[in-house]
């Protein structure tokens, strides 16, 4: 495809009810609507996400004068086997940037972490690996997604390989898109730094994987689960200790976790590719 057909395909509007079969409305979210669709070009059963008007120019607002990339494009751009696969983007006719990606028939990793599935068992460290090079992928590309937690992580119906997936929130990993005061992401994850509105990296995607990592192993938080402001506070404690919900954990998974949820951003991992060395040789989650 020319540079021009390229430019075309972004810029000129689509129908989207022309353009798709709505087979169901898979999923509602903060800043978009999800819904199961058929192309009625290819005929290709896909995922259609429609991002809401509104809330997606009060995010864009908080970065005035500055040409943030959309979401469309961050997505396009960041190609991992674990990372959903994004296909086209672009603006309907009534003005709502949409993309076009690859349908993923499976529960989110907090549906199995809630039902406490047994699916997991002896699953968890392909899980987590698989997880962790999702991020990384994403920070090789240079970006920062800001909204780690299991939510983001679809795992397919065998329970055998995950995908990360919204990049609605994720920004450049430069300034000014890591000056202090953007406070988004999922609250119970959140990084300090994000909570007190200070300067970020991309480890803060780091700290919100610990949590990922600590819950996927434990079925609990390593703080008490809250809303809203009340969910902000964690960090300024110590991380309830893993061993009270499992025991027999892998020592070198057990220090690996901790050291993301480091209130100190420095003090963590550098990458994600360093907390992969550290869990390497990690078999089970449990070291028996």
Avoid at 34 to 48: I, S
């Amino acid at each position: 495809m020319g540079l021009l057909d390229k430019l075309f395909k972004v810029s000129s509007k689509t129908n989207l009810r022309s353009r798709f079969e709505l087979l169901r409305e898979a999923m509602s979210g903060t800043m978009s609507t999800f819904y199961m669709a058929r192309d009625r070009k290819t005929k290709e059963v896909v995922g259609l996400k429609i991002l809401d008007r509104e809330k997606t120019a009060a995010l864009e607002a908080r970065f005035v004068g500055i040409k943030k990339p959309k979401e469309g494009e961050i997505a396009m751009e960041i190609v991992h086997p674990h990372i959903v696969r994004t296909m086209e983007h672009g603006v309907s006719t009534d003005n709502e940037q949409f993309l076009v990606m690859e349908f993923l028939d499976g529960p989110g990793l907090n549906s199995l972490i809630v039902g406490r599935s047994q699916k997991l068992n002896s699953r968890r460290m392909m899980l987590l690996r698989q997880a962790a090079e999702a991020v990384a992928a994403v920070h090789d590309a240079g970006y920062i997604h800001r909204d780690i937690c299991p939510r983001n992580f679809v795992v397919d119906k065998e329970c055998r390989s995950l995908k990360l997936i919204d990049f609605g929130l994720t920004v450049p990993a430069v300034p000014p898109y890591t000056l202090p005061g953007n406070r988004t992401g999922t609250a119970n994850y959140m990084a300090p730094e994000v909570v007190r509105r200070r300067p970020t990296s991309h480890r803060l995607d780091i700290f919100s994987f610990g949590v990922t990592a600590f819950e996927l192993c434990a079925f609990e938080l390593p703080w008490p689960r809250g809303t809203g402001v009340a969910a902000m506070t964690h960090g300024a404690v110590e991380p309830t200790d893993i061993r009270k919900f499992c025991p027999d954990i892998d020592p070198k998974l057990e220090k690996a976790i901790y050291a993301c949820l480091e209130a100190d951003p420095e003090r963590r991992p550098a990458s994600m590719k360093d907390f992969l060395a550290m869990i390497k040789g990690v078999k089970h989650e449990n070291a028996a």
